[in-house]
């Protein structure tokens, strides 16, 4: 079998949208009559609990309640579906050039896996998406309450899988100190810069577009040095 890759999401299969999110929020406050920088704020500042903890609704009405706001169910309800649109335009953005890829590394034996630090808005939307069906395992921290870079997500994943995380190679932009999360626990490490140079002091391989990785996978593993030994850029 040829070695399992687990690939982060946003930034690294994805667009991660950031400034469409923050946009949303903005007009998801106006629907519950709060102030769109104040909920955008709120948002930015509870992060961790909204990737392990509070779903769509939950962060809506606790957020809503710490910023001196009352909304109706029914105002909640249309704010939730409008985070849920974004969680489903996100995901169906996925340019055709990845799935290829995807599926070119299926065809070649790969088992493939997700691990994202996601809001439950992802969460649910995933299985609609065109990603969702070419991967084997999808690990999303709102469901399993862990994030990167915490071990036990990547030895969730792992075991999932049905391998130990040191027969897994972890590719991903590097945000959340996900790179040296995978590292840790003795996964072979890839950074991609296609969406997003998110950890440029990486010591490891760079692979600069997702196009090269079905090559550099095909490349004898014992050439790569363990990630963090270097900097530069793995090649076909």
Known sequence: MSRPVIFDLFHTLIQG????????????AVMVGLAPADLVAAYHATWRDRLV??????TIRIL???LGGTPTDEQVARAGEHRRALARRVLHSVSTATL??????????????????????TAEAWSQSPLAQR?????????VGLAKPDPAIYHLAAERLGVGP?????????AD????????????????????DSDPGWGGPVVATLGDLPANLREPFKAMEPSGAHTGTATA
């Open 17 to 28: 949208a950031d400034e469409e999110r923050d946009r949303v929020v903005g007009e998801m």
């Open 53 to 58: 903890r509070w779903d769509v609704e939950e």
């Open 64 to 66: 809503a309640g710490r």
């Open 166 to 174: 040191g027969e897994c190679v972890f590719v991903g932009d590097g």
């Open 100 to 121: 290829d890829v995807l599926d070119a590394l299926r065809g070649e034996g790969h088992p493939l896996a997700l691990i994202s630090n996601a809001t439950s808005d």
């Open 135 to 143: 991967f084997d395992v999808a690990v999303f921290s709102c469901d």
């Open 177 to 196: 100190g996900e790179l040296a999360g995978a590292a840790a626990v003795g996964m072979t490490v890839l950074r991609t810069r296609e969406h997003n």
